[in-house]
């Protein structure tokens, strides 16, 4: 039986990582009420760039290239392939993202082939010992990078012009465009945020105890699409909620499988989906989502 504060840390670090994936689906939502459902491939393109990269320009300048080019990958999905069927409503646009996730993972994927790559990362297997605890270096630098960039993305959600927008188009999109909201921008913003916190995510989601990057990676997206559902998906507080409920049911359940019966090979990978599926018969539309009013 795996010690309570170590499943709890590692479950921590695991739902950080999963609520920056999470808020990326909850932004591309507020501003477009799309669901991404291409997600999945733009944090598998993410990391595959910094392990590409890293042996030729560094550990940090390859993270910073990959953040970066996922952005504009995100952006340019958004511009070239969403904007030019927007007529067909929010249902057609979230099921062109599936077509745009299947092409970018199928190349992606040819890539990769059969291969596990590394991304070079300076904390390899190093672990520290508190007590009778042990943690991995990667899960606590996970932990502290996700909550900083967490916090910087709501202290620009808060108080930057572009923030300002996104809360207005959220709020409503046609007020938002009658007040000189320019709602393309909004779009492409999001998806470019949307796909530097995949970006980032990729990285700590391929570092030890993983042993790299391989073409099941982006599967890791389809645990954090529950945590944005059981959340709430336009609710950037329910995004940073569900990541961790997720990532701490993950945990135990890993911890635990070996005690408990119910927990069989394989229960994590449904766990997560059973608590959405829990969440959601009391709440229907999730922890912090906004609802719908009833007219009565």
């Not at 808060?158 to 009658?178: D, I, K, P, Q, Y």
């Not at 000189?180 to 105890?209: I, T």
């Not at 909620?241 to 993950?250: A, D, F, P, Q, R």
Request: net charge neutral; with cysteine; glycine share 12%.
């Amino acid at each position: 039986m795996s010690s309570i504060v170590e499943i709890l840390v590692n479950g921590l670090a695991s739902g950080a990582v999963y609520a920056l994936i999470a808020l990326g689906f909850v932004v591309i939502f507020k501003a477009t009420e799309v669901i991404n459902f291409a997600h999945p491939s733009l944090l598998l393109a993410g990391g595959y760039l910094v392990a590409v990269l890293h042996d030729d320009i560094g550990f940090a300048g390859a993270v910073l290239a990959g953040v970066a080019a996922t952005a504009a990958l995100a952006a340019l999905v958004e511009l070239v392939v969403l904007r030019r069927v927007r007529a067909g409503g929010h249902a057609t646009l979230s099921i062109v993202t599936i077509g745009v996730d299947i092409v970018l993972t199928v190349e992606l994927t040819r890539r990769i082939g059969t291969e596990v790559l590394p991304l070079g990362d300076p904390w390899g297997d190093r672990v520290v010992r508190i007590g009778d605890v042990t943690i991995a270096q990667t899960r606590i630098a996970a932990f502290v990078v996700a909550v900083a960039v967490i916090a910087a993305f709501l202290l620009a959600f808060r108080f930057t012009s572009w923030g300002v927008a996104m809360r207005a188009a959220a709020e409503n999109r046609e007020t938002a465009a009658l007040m000189g909201v320019r709602l393309g921008r909004v779009s492409a913003g999001a998806w470019a945020v949307a796909g530097a916190l995949a970006a980032l995510a990729a990285l700590f989601l391929c570092v030890f105890p993983t042993p790299g990057l391989d073409r099941t990676t982006s599967f890791a997206a389809l645990k954090a699409l529950p945590a944005a559902v059981l959340g709430g998906v336009d609710s950037t507080t329910g995004a940073l909620v569900g990541g961790v409920l997720i990532g701490i049911t993950e945990a135990a359940v890993v911890g635990y499988q070996n005690d408990v019966a119910l927990f069989g090979g394989g229960f994590a990978e449904i766990a997560p989906y059973l608590l959405m599926t829990v969440v959601l018969l009391a709440r229907p539309a999730g922890l912090f989502g906004t609802r719908e009013p009833a007219r009565v």
